[in-house]
């Protein structure tokens, strides 16, 4: 469970709406985009590894939508630093997400 802080500064980020649809809804969860693993690992809960989606979306990262979840940013290796790897937001297009809440567009072609 992420503390209240952490949580509100994810939702001021993303504005409450689905990286991967672009759609607002009521049913948004934090996703880990650095799987934690059974044991978990120190850096899982920083922004940079925190995005929010449906949640409907969320569970199907782990079956069917993992493969094109891992091409577009969503899941990455819990030994990348999440700060350096680009994240296909559906209304952003490629970003990098930031520790500090803020999130760098960049200009891909």
Known sequence: MLDKKLLAALRERDGDVCAWTGLETDTLVPHHRANRGA?????????????LVDSVVNGRFENDLQRRAQLLGFKISRYSDPETISLFH????????KDDGSMVILNVE
């Open 90 to 97: 559906k209304v952003h297009g490629w970003v990098l997400l």
């Open 39 to 51: 044991g978990g690992f120190k850096g899982a809960d920083r922004l940079s590894n925190l995005i």
